[in-house]
């Protein structure tokens, strides 16, 4: 079993400057950006979104890892295109088909990348800040960051019972789901323990000692916050326009897949060329 | 006159869910800038006793509680833990499990946040800390990329910071590389000497804080078996002769073979050069 996949929750040591824009500018960009995202169905604007992303992974330090992920979306992506080309039943399902799977690029993007810029840290604060208690805050936060370190421990503790002889994947699905259970014990054990030596760290340290507690850093919106927020609402105000006014795009932005070039007919061709092949 | 920072009383205490007492009628009493070593075997009772000294027993960690503790003249009793926690700055064993903040200056901050002191003190608290432990460069590093002997010394920052008079330290050095732990029981040292500050701490090293340790206290299976300083407790029967360290056990093996020590009453060496003039002596 894979335990890659945790890699992406890690919280990065090394800032890009991505991490210095406000979890709360952030938040409202990519509600903006999802929205415009899931209503367009044309493939320029979405070609237009997915160049506007491109500097945006860039300077968040992101380009390697999407690119990473993206080698394992492709295939289904590439799956869900070319099912939906020959099956949807309206007019140009090439057409819609193509711009799904753009959505699904331009989506994982965005979403990896404010998970990647988005710390642990600033959840918690955004919580204050919107007037959630504290504990509540720190745990979020402190759940967050023992992910890699409940990765690190699970992969000790795979070892260890492979030294052990137990098999994790041999056999059928049901079988390997059975080998877990000598994984899950020890690993729901440390992490028991872990809460409880630090319920007891945070109880030394004067947890809850006030009400008023204070703060080393708080978050505080800057002026490039400002910019994201503005440029936030308009996108926002941009697909409210479109969705409510129901305006037709500018015809450069239209551009439809032809007839000729319709999956289905192209199937339909090679299949028939496939069958005269065979029959003579 | 030496003011008595912390009085044992009597002291049992059993888990709410085991079947017998961690902790049998444990007495004794520590001045204020004494460095005590605690000594004991595995499952002797040593953290349960270290956990009285800043109430997280009985407080958070339910049983049946017995006589009682003071930290000067105060009984945990009638205290809280977070107030206990302005007097006694507490380390675990465990660094990683330990440490619940982003970065180690976070961490350091953690206890004066708790206690809302105002930003600008804290900034400066954080500063001063970091001077003292020479932590500047860890100090806006995460807790999980450092080595374990950095994140004990981010443990004990985070302990200092509320300025306790006295620090409780469980094991500190069990995780760390050799000379980690050594540079760990330097810094204590310093803390105990430069800056008065009262040290109790479980340690297994023994070797390595015989010359600046005041006093010993060695637990048996829950019992206070002997108390008192180095020379007392080397000398006591109670005291098992496989935990001595290397240079008194030496010693006391030479002596048993060719009898050194001339007459019972002369002090056993605790170091090389103690040992050396001890043997010039003769
Ligand atoms: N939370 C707990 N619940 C129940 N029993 C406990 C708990 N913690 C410790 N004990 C028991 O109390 C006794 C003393 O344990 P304690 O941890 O104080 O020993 P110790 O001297 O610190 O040992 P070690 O050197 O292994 O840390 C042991 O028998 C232990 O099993
Ligand atoms: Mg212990």
């Known amino acids: 079993m894979s335990l890659k996949i945790l890699e992406y929750f890690n919280y990065l040591e090394h800032k890009s400057p991505m991490h210095y824009i406000d979890p709360r500018g952030k938040t409202l960009f990519i509600i903006a950006i999802t929205c415009l995202t899931i209503y367009l169905d044309q493939i320029i ?24 992920s993206l080698l394992f979306l492709i295939p289904v992506i590439l799956l869900v295109v070319i099912l939906n080309a020959l099956f949807l039943k309206i007019d140009y399902p090439t057409t819609i088909a193509i711009v799904l799977g753009l959505r699904l690029i331009i989506l994982s993007g965005f979403f990896g ?20 208690p504290y504990s509540f805050a720190w745990a979020i936060s402190t759940a967050y960051r023992f992910i890699p370190t409940l990765a690190k421990e699970t992969n000790i503790i795979i070892d260890a019972q492979k030294s052990r002889g137990l098999q994790i994947d041999r056999g059928n699905l049901f079988k390997r789901v059975r080998n877990m259970i000598p994984l899950l014990i020890p690993i729901f054990a440390t992490a028991l323990r872990r809460s409880w030596q630090l319920a007891e760290a945070i109880e030394s340290r004067g947890w809850n000692a006030t009400k008023n507690r204070t703060y080393l850093y708080s978050l505080k919106l800057k002026w490039w916050d400002i910019i994201v927020i503005l440029l936030s609402l308009t996108l926002f105000a941009l697909f409210l326009y479109l969705a409510i006014a129901d305006v037709s795009l500018p015809f450069w932005m239209v551009y439809k897949i032809p007839e000729r070039f319709e999956l289905k007919r192209l199937f339909l061709i090679a299949w028939e060329w496939i069958k005269n092949l065979f029959s003579k | 006159m030496v003011e008595t920072a912390i009085k044992i009383d009597n002291v049992s205490f059993k888990y709410r869910n085991a079947d017998s007492f961690a902790l049998k009628r444990v007495t004794f009493e520590v001045a204020e800038g004494e460095f005590i070593l605690l000594a004991g075997f595995s499952g002797s009772g040593k953290s349960t006793l270290l956990k009285c000294l800043n109430g997280l027993i009985p407080h958070f960690h339910a049983g049946r509680f017995g006589g009682t503790v003071e930290i000067f003249g105060e009984s945990t009793l009638e205290s809280d833990t977070p107030q206990l926690a302005k007097q006694v700055g507490f380390v675990f064993q465990n660094p990683e499990n330990q440490i619940s903040n982003l970065t180690v200056e976070r961490e350091i901050a953690f206890p004066l946040e708790n206690f809302g002191v105002p930003k600008n003190e ?23 990329s450092i080595s374990g002997g950095e994140q004990q010394l981010t443990a004990i920052a985070a302990a200092l910071a509320l300025d306790p008079k006295i620090l409780v330290l469980d094991e500190v050095t069990a995780h760390l590389s050799p000379r980690s732990a050594v540079h760990i029981l330097t810094l204590l040292n310093e803390l105990n000497k430069k800056h008065k500050k009262t040290i109790i701490i479980a340690e297994h090293r023994l070797d390595r804080c015989l010359n600046f340790a005041d006093k010993l206290a060695f637990l048996e ?13 080397f000398q006591s029967k109670e005291f098992p002769t496989n935990m001595l360290p290397k240079i008194p056990s030496l010693f006391l093996k030479l002596d048993k073979k060719i009898g050194l020590l001339g007459d019972k009453t002369s002090t056993i060496p605790l170091t090389v050069d103690e040992l050396v003039a001890t043997l010039n002596n003769r």
């Open chain 1, 45 to 68: 604007p979405m070609c237009i979104i997915l160049v506007a992303l491109l500097p945006l992974i860039y300077f968040g330090n992101f380009m390697k890892r999407w690119l990473k």
């Open chain 1, 113 to 132: 990348l404010i998970f990647q810029t988005v710390s642990p840290d600033d959840i918690s604060q955004t919580l204050i800040k919107f007037k959630f």
């Open chain 2, 122 to 144: 804290i900034i400066s608290r954080v500063d001063e800390l970091v001077a003292l432990l020479n932590m500047e460069e860890i100090r806006y590093r995460s807790p999980y």
């Open chain 2, 221 to 233: 299976k829950g019992q206070l078996k002997v108390f008192g300083d180095l020379q007392a407790v």
